[in-house]
Nanobody
Framework: VQLVESGGGLVQPGGSLQLSCVAS????????IGWFRQVPGKEREGVSC????????YYGDSVQGRSTISRDLAKNTVYLQMRNLGPEDTAVYYC?????????????????????WGKGTSVTVSS
């Protein structure tokens, strides 16, 4: 499995963006996908995740209500849309995959079970 993120950049406060994560050598029914972010010197934070079935999604408290995770199986891509961005959203955003063995309705914002990480895409929110 390989994951490649894109869509980061400079965004003005209050703006929106969409991050993409393209998965290759990948089977959707075997992995849950998550988005995480990290600011230098701080712990990595779970932003959102989507189960292998695509039916379950979770969002971190800091982005709840202004983010949407989705996927396009035909394009092998998971998206993270974020709205009303603020400086606190500035971070490197990582796409991650966790191999699922038990339930297609599982995903988590914790990173300890992650099997594959992308290299990240940087988001800066600033005027």
């Amino acid at each position: 499995v390989q994951l490649v993120e894109s869509g980061g950049g400079l965004v003005q406060p209050g703006g929106s963006l969409q991050l993409s994560c393209v998965a290759s050598e990948f089977s959707w029914d075997l992995y849950a996908i998550g988005w995480f972010r990290q600011v230098p010197g701080k712990e990595r934070e779970g932003v959102s995740c989507i189960s292998s079935s695509g039916e379950i999604t979770y969002y971190g408290d800091s982005v709840q209500g202004r983010s949407t995770i989705s996927r396009d199986l035909a394009k092998n891509t998971v998206y993270l849309q974020m709205r009303n961005l603020g400086p606190e959203d500035t971070a490197v955003y990582y796409c991650a995959a966790e191999r699922i063995y038990n339930s297609p309705y599982y995903c988590t914002l914790r990173d300890r079970g992650i099997d594959v990480w992308g290299k990240g895409t940087s988001v800066t929110v600033s005027s």
